[in-house]
């Protein structure tokens, strides 16, 4: 709290003796409440000591969540391939013999992906097999967001936006 650190006991009881009339600002260490879990408040919270008063708090923990998730690309059989020949025309391709190769799905690398709740904002690049992984998440409803700066000339995302809802532990 502004500089000042105290641990919890046993109990997760935990006391700032003798503060000074004050506004203060309290941030949880989250890396020592445990592997898997986070704090449900968001921090740095405001504390408000008055004189001659005890100021009580209630510092939620719970298990975190986590979200994974891969960026694939898929190949459109070749009667489904189009390509924009002026405005407002489109043209089948050109059939001079050579059949283009229909590729496997494969991940896709250096999207960015962005995750988003009520009080956080994450972001990831996807790796060169277009994963990524969200961890340390605190529950509740969240809102997945792929960026096509990256993408590939003639790519689109199916769908750019996606919601969850991740339970503790998840």
């Given at each position: ?11 997760g ?41 005890e ?13 994974t ?42 999207i ?59």
């Amino acid at each position: 709290m502004n500089g000042m650190m105290v641990a919890t006991d046993k109990d997760g009881q935990f006391v700032f003796p003798s503060l000074p009339p004050a506004t203060y600002y309290l941030r949880v260490e989250t890396l020592r409440i445990g592997l898997e879990k986070t704090i449900i408040q968001q921090t740095p919270r405001t504390v408000v000591v008055k004189a001659g008063q005890e100021t009580p708090l209630v510092i939620g923990i719970t298990r975190s969540a986590s979200l994974t998730g891969r960026v694939m690309v898929y190949s459109l059989p070749d009667n489904d391939k189009f390509f924009m020949k002026g405005e407002g025309e489109v043209q089948k391709p050109i059939d001079n013999g050579e059949k283009e190769k229909e590729q496997a799905p494969h991940g896709l690398p250096n999207i960015i992906v962005e995750l988003n709740s009520e009080k956080d904002r994450h972001r990831r690049v996807t790796d060169a097999e277009g994963r990524f992984v969200f961890d340390s998440l605190s529950p509740g409803p969240w809102t997945l967001k792929l960026y096509e700066d990256n993408l590939p000339p003639y790519h689109r995302f199916e769908k750019n936006e996606y919601q969850s809802e991740l339970a503790p532990g998840e």
